[in-house]
C-alpha cells in the first residue's frame, strides 16, 4: 500500500518542467532528482517526502522522450504519479523503469494539494484519506501486467532471455 | 511512380510487416523488428547502462542501430563529454553507424539525409521527434531510452497499433507558407493531447505541393499533438530524394483507406498566413498578424524542425540585404554539415553573415535550452524550433515564440514578430 500526500498540478505539464533540458548532462538519478519540477514548482524538491504522490490533470509528461523525467520524479521519493491522462512516451517510460502510474480523471479532480492517499496498486484501488472518497484507476493492459510485475521492462527481458537460453 | 494502396491504414500496413502477422488492429499488442534504433547524447547513455544490465554482451545487429551526438555537441562542458565518450566507445565496440562531430547532424535531418532510414521503414529512437521521418511514409516514434536499449539487445520492441487521425489540407499556400504553418495551424486546432496515442496522416494537395523538407517538419510536430507518428504518402517527390540515397530495399506505400481511418479532420488552408505559437504551449497558436507589437530579443533559424537547406534558402531570401535589428542577436544553425556546406555553396551563410547574424555548426543547441544560444530571465525569443514550454530555451523566466523560418527571419530585422510581406 502507497501512502503520500498530494503535489497537484495542471494540465500539460510537460517534461521540461519535470526536468529541465539544462540539467541533462548527467544521468544520475540522485542529481536529477535535485531539479525535479524546479521551473513550475521551485520549492518541490524541498517539501517533497519518500512517499508523496503527483496529481496532475490531462496529458501529463508531454514533450520530449527524456527518461530523465520519470526517472528524476521517482528519484525525488515520489511513489506514484495519478493523473487524468499520461502522454504515450512518458507513459511508457515510467513502466519500464517501475514507476507507477494511475489514470483516473476522477481522482485527479477530486485530489488538493497537501491531502493524503493511499494507493492499492495491484487493485487500482485510490483513497482520499482527506475525504474518504475511493477512485477505481483505469486498469492496465494485460500486456502490461508482466513488465509491472517484473519491476520494469529491462528485468522483464532479462528474464525473457534467460528463458530463452535454457 | 504509384505506391500500394491497402485498405488498411498506412500505419497498420507498415506494422504488420514488421510482426509477421497477415495483418494488425488498432489496439493489439505486437512485437515489432525496427529498422533503425536511434539514440543520442542525452539518451544513449542511460540506454547503454540498461543494455548492460541484462547480462547481454553483443547489440543484435548493428548495422540497426545508430548513435548521433547532437544535443550538447561540439560538448558544453566536462559533464556532456563524459556522456559522449559513453557513445563514442560503445559504437566503436559495437561497430554501429556513428557519426562523429564534424560528419553529424541534428538526428532526425542527417538519418534521412544519410538515407540510413527509408520509406516504409519502422523506426525508433529515444528522441521524440524521431516521427519527422514520417514524412518519408515510414513508421517512426520516439520511446524511452529503456525501450531503446532492450530493443538494441533484442532487435524487438512492443508496441500498441494506434488509431489514425486522418488530416486533409485543401487549397493553395499563401506566399511564406509552409509545412512549419500547416503543423502549428494543427496543433492549434486540436491541442497538444489532440492526437494522444493516435497515428496522425497529412494529405491534400497543400501537402502534396510541399517539398520533402516541408513535409519533415509537418511530420517532426506530431508528438507536439501527442500522436504516435505523422504519416504522409510515399509520393514521386519522397522516392526522388530516397532512391539516390538508399542503399537497401524500401518500400513506397500510399496511405491506406479513408473508411479505416477513426477521424477525419479536413482543413480549407487556401486563405491560411504564417502561424506563430505563442507562450508556454505550440498549441496557442494564431495568425502572425496578431503578434506585431511583440518585441523580441533573440531570433533561432535551425533545429531538426526547421534546420534544412530549404529552411536556410527561406530565412536567407528574407533575410537579404536587411541588417539584424540592433540589440536583437539572431542565430543561424544548420541541421547537418552537408546542409552547411550547401549552404556555403549556395551564399547564404554569406547573406546571413552580412546581415549580422551568428552561423553555427550543427546542432541541437538553443532549442532546448542546452547551449548556442539561451535565453536571460525576461527575454524572448522567436524561433523556428518545436516546443515554448516553460524554461525551454533557458530561463523559466523566458519566453519562445515559434514561427516559420521566415516570419523568423522578418522578425531578426524588425525586432518584433513580423511577417516577411512587411520588410
Known amino acids: 500500500m502507497i501512502s503520500g500526500k498530494v503535489f497537484k498540478y495542471g494540465a500539460n505539464v510537460d517534461t521540461d518542467a519535470i526536468i529541465p533540458a539544462r540539467y541533462l548532462n548527467v544521468s544520475d538519478p540522485t542529481e536529477l532528482a535535485k531539479h525535479c519540477m524546479e521551473d513550475i514548482d521551485a520549492d518541490f524538491v524541498k517539501k517533497v517526502d519518500k512517499g508523496d504522490i503527483i496529481v496532475a490533470s490531462t496529458n501529463f509528461g508531454c514533450g520530449s522522450s527524456r527518461e530523465h523525467a520519470p526517472i528524476a520524479i521517482k528519484a525525488a521519493g515520489v511513489s506514484a504519479v495519478v493523473a487524468a491522462s499520461f502522454a504515450r512516451i512518458f507513459f511508457r517510460n515510467a513502466i519500464n523503469i517501475g514507476l507507477p502510474l494511475l489514470e483516473s480523471a476522477e481522482a485527479a479532480a477530486a485530489a488538493s494539494a497537501g491531502d493524503t492517499l493511499e494507493i492499492d496498486l495491484e487493485a487500482g484501488i485510490i483513497r482520499s484519506v482527506t475525504s474518504g472518497e475511493t477512485f477505481r484507476a483505469n486498469p492496465y493492459p494485460s500486456f502490461m501486467a508482466g513488465i509491472i510485475a517484473s519491476g520494469g521492462l529491462i528485468e522483464y527481458t532479462r528474464r525473457n532471455l534467460a528463458g530463452g537460453a535454457q | ?423
Not at chain 2, 523566458?398 to 516577411?420: D, F, K, M, Q, W
Request: aromatic letters at 6%; glycine letters at 10%; a neutral charge.
Open chain 2, 1 to 423: 511512380m504509384q505506391g500500394r494502396i491497402n485498405k488498411v491504414t498506412l500505419a497498420e500496413t507498415i506494422l504488420a510487416a514488421h510482426c509477421g502477422r497477415k495483418s494488425v488492429s488498432p489496439g493489439d499488442f505486437i512485437s515489432v523488428r525496427p529498422d533503425m534504433i536511434l539514440s543520442n547524447d542525452i539518451t544513449a547513455p542511460i540506454a547503454i547502462r540498461e543494455f548492460y544490465k541484462m547480462g547481454v554482451k553483443k547489440v543484435f545487429d548493428p548495422h540497426k542501430i545508430v548513435m548521433v551526438p547532437d544535443h550538447f555537441v561540439p560538448n558544453k562542458d566536462i559533464a556532456s563529454a563524459e556522456q559522449s565518450k559513453l557513445l563514442r566507445e560503445f559504437a566503436a565496440e559495437h561497430g554501429i553507424n556513428y557519426f562523429e562531430c564534424g560528419q553529424m547532424g541534428i538526428e532526425h535531418v542527417l538519418l534521412p539525409e544519410q538515407g540510413l532510414v527509408l520509406p516504409g521503414d519502422v523506426v525508433i529512437g529515444a528522441d521524440s521527434h524521431t516521427c519527422t521521418y514520417g514524412a518519408l511514409g515510414a513508421f517512426a516514434t520516439g520511446m524511452g531510452s529503456t525501450d531503446i536499449a532492450v530493443a538494441m539487445a533484442t532487435g524487438e520492441i512492443w508496441m500498441k497499433v494506434p488509431k489514425t487521425i486522418r488530416f486533409v489540407y485543401h487549397g493553395r499556400l499563401q506566399e511564406w507558407v509552409g509545412g512549419k504553418d500547416l503543423i502549428l495551424y494543427t496543433i492549434g486546432q486540436i491541442g497538444v493531447d489532440g492526437a494522444l496515442y493516435n497515428a496522425m496522416e497529412f494529405t491534400g494537395e497543400a501537402v502534396d505541393s510541399l517539398s520533402m523538407d516541408g513535409r519533415f517538419t509537418m511530420s517532426n510536430m506530431a508528438i507536439e499533438a501527442g500522436g504516435k507518428v505523422g504519416l504522409c504518402r510515399a509520393d514521386d517527390k519522397t522516392v526522388a530524394y530516397a532512391k539516390p540515397r538508399a542503399r537497401r530495399a524500401y518500400q513506397a506505400y500510399e496511405l491506406g483507406h479513408v473508411d479505416e481511418c477513426a477521424h477525419v479532420i479536413e482543413y480549407d488552408v487556401s486563405g491560411l498566413e504564417p502561424q506563430v505559437a505563442a507562450p508556454h504551449l505550440p498549441s496557442n497558436t494564431k495568425g502572425v498578424s496578431q503578434f506585431r507589437d511583440v518585441k523580441i530579443h533573440q531570433a533561432v533559424i535551425g533545429s531538426c524542425t526547421n534546420g534544412r537547406i530549404e529552411d536556410l534558402r527561406l530565412a536567407a531570401t528574407v533575410i537579404k540585404g536587411h541588417k539584424v535589428a540592433p540589440f536583437v542577436r539572431c542565430i543561424v544553425i544548420p541541421g547537418s554539415q552537408q546542409v552547411y556546406l550547401d549552404a556555403i555553396k549556395e551564399g547564404l551563410v554569406e547573406t546571413f553573415i552580412k546581415a549580422g547574424c551568428a552561423f553555427s555548426t550543427p546542432t541541437c543547441g538553443p532549442c532546448l535550452g542546452g547551449h548556442m544560444g539561451i535565453l536571460a530571465a525576461g527575454e524572448r525569443a522567436v524561433s523556428t524550433t518545436n516546443r515554448n514550454f516553460v524554461g525551454r530555451m533557458g530561463s523559466p523566466k523566458s519566453e519562445v515564440y515559434l514561427a516559420n523560418p521566415a516570419v523568423t527571419a522578418a522578425s531578426a530585422v524588425l525586432g518584433r514578430i513580423a511577417s516577411p510581406a512587411e520588410l
